[in-house]
C-alpha cells in the first residue's frame, strides 16, 4: 500500500512538474542579446559587424563575435526572419532565423551570432514563414553549419507565434 502512494505520489510530482515547465513563460531577446556586451561595438544596429566596403575582395561571413554561453539551455523567444532549409511544400522543419529581410541571401550573411539555426520537427506551415515571427523554444549556444551560412545558436523550435512589436 505504502508503495503504490509513493508511486502516485511520484506521478503527480512530475506531472505537475512537466505541466510548469510547458507553461513557463519564455525570456523574450532582442539579436542585440546574443552578442556579449563587450564585443557590441563592433556591430551596427541591424547586429552586422561593421564593414569596410573599399576592398576589392569578395564579402564572406564575417565571424567576428562569440556567443553567450550564459543563454545555452534558456527557454527564449526572438523575433526574425526564416530562410528555409529542410521541408516540403507544406511544412518547414529546419531553418535559419535571421534579425532582418534577405539575411544570407545578400552578401554578406550576418557572423554566426546573429543566425540561430531552428529545428522544428512538427514543422511550421509555409505560409506563416514569409513575414517576421517569433520562435519560442530552448536556446543552446551551439555552433551549426550549413550550405547558407554558419550558425552559432540553435533552437529546438516549440512553437511559432506570429509577430507583434510590443
Not at 556591430?43 to 553567450?68: E, L, Y
Not at 527564449?76 to 539575411?103: H, M, N, R, S
Not at 551551439?142 to 551560412?149: G, I, L, M, N, W
Request: charged residues 20%; glycine residues 8%; aromatic residues 8%.
Amino acid at each position: 500500500m505504502r508503495n503504490a502512494f509513493s508511486s502516485v505520489m511520484l506521478l503527480c510530482m512530475t506531472l505537475c512538474s512537466v505541466s510548469v515547465l510547458g507553461a513557463q513563460k519564455p525570456l523574450t531577446l532582442d539579436w542585440m542579446d546574443l552578442i556579449p556586451k563587450q564585443e557590441r561595438h563592433q556591430f551596427d544596429q541591424q547586429g552586422m559587424p561593421t564593414v569596410n566596403h573599399n576592398g576589392n575582395t569578395p564579402a564572406k561571413q564575417s565571424h567576428i563575435g562569440a556567443v553567450r554561453p550564459e543563454l545555452d539551455g534558456k527557454y527564449v523567444k526572438i523575433p526574425g526572419f526564416v530562410i528555409p532549409l529542410e521541408g516540403d511544400d507544406q511544412t518547414i522543419t529546419e531553418f535559419l532565423l535571421v534579425p532582418y529581410f534577405g539575411a544570407c541571401i545578400h552578401v554578406p550573411p550576418p557572423p554566426p551570432n546573429q543566425i540561430i539555426y531552428v529545428k522544428f520537427p512538427q514543422g511550421a506551415p509555409v505560409q506563416e514563414l514569409w513575414d517576421v515571427i517569433y520562435v519560442v523554444g530552448k536556446l543552446k549556444a551551439e555552433p551549426v553549419s550549413s550550405d547558407v551560412a554558419d550558425a552559432g545558436y540553435k533552437i529546438e523550435g516549440s512553437r511559432i507565434e506570429p509577430y507583434d512589436d510590443q
